[in-house]
């Protein structure tokens, strides 16, 4: 299976464009001939959850960009996995690097999210990368501390997105052969935690500046399993573009 997951981030500013998007994505979609073997993931801000997730179509699945630990109670402004899943949620972006920097998500706390997205049944998309200059033994120690207590039958059921931080949103992209080193890193890594059979289950994606025009060398060159995409995916156009790429 080739994923290819749209993270809308804070866009758009509102439910008119959002709909809009969504049905010229779904009707992009509908005019494609084939896509077997592809799963194509909308995730929007919480406040178009609604509106997006009726307005799909032709297979597409709904995402969210986070959730909380928590089912329910005193916490304001948090959107629980247990709520995602009554939304009919099929996926939750967990760890992305701007939780991490901007709202301080440390390890545990990514943890926790694992958990409750596994526990109500939602396939987790945890984000993994380095910043510039760091060591990819960064990464090392993100997904040994997101598994932690993690069985190996709940990992079969997650994503993981390659993205590093100094390619998100800069327009600078990782070469085929980094992303295909940090791929290999991360399956030597669940290898060693859980099993070579656990390991080569779990699809790894790339994030970071993807498009039409470099989304196949990440697939085909560096053994991606798909991508996490930001900017291009606010552009239908462009993001059909993608999936034309990959089908």
Not at 4 to 14: D, E, Q, R, V, Y
Not at 102 to 116: A, P, R
Not at 212 to 236: E, T, Y
């Amino acid at each position: 299976m080739i994923y290819l997951i749209a993270n809308w981030k804070m866009n758009p500013t509102s439910q008119a464009e959002a709909k809009k998007l969504t049905k010229e994505v779904v009707s992009g979609l509908g005019r494609l001939k084939k896509r077997t073997g592809t799963e194509v993931v909308l995730c929007p801000p919480f406040s178009y959850l609604q509106i997006v997730g009726t307005a799909l179509k032709s297979g597409v699945k709904l995402g969210a960009q986070n959730t909380y630990i928590k089912d329910s109670g005193a916490y304001t402004g948090e959107v629980s996995s247990k709520m995602l899943q009554d939304l009919k949620c099929e996926y939750v972006i967990v760890g992305h690097s701007e939780r991490r920097n901007y709202f301080n998500e440390d390890s545990e706390l990514i943890n926790g999210k694992l958990k409750s997205v596994l526990k109500h049944k939602i396939t987790p998309v945890l984000a993994v990368g380095e910043k510039e200059g760091e060591s990819i033994s960064v990464i090392k120690k993100q997904v040994i501390d997101a598994f932690e207590g993690i069985t190996p039958g709940q990992v079969k059921k997650m994503v993981i997105a390659y993205e590093p931080i100094w390619a998100i949103g800069t327009g600078k992209v990782a070469s085929t052969d980094d992303a295909m080193s940090a791929r290999i890193f991360i399956q030597k890594t669940l290898s060693d935690l859980y099993s070579k059979n656990t390991a080569e289950s779990v699809p790894v994606i790339y994030g970071g500046s993807t498009n039409s025009k470099n989304i196949s060398s990440f697939i085909i060159d560096a053994g991606m399993m798909g991508a996490l995409v930001g900017g291009s995916s606010l552009n239908p156009k462009e993001f059909i573009k993608m999936i034309e790429q990959i089908i």
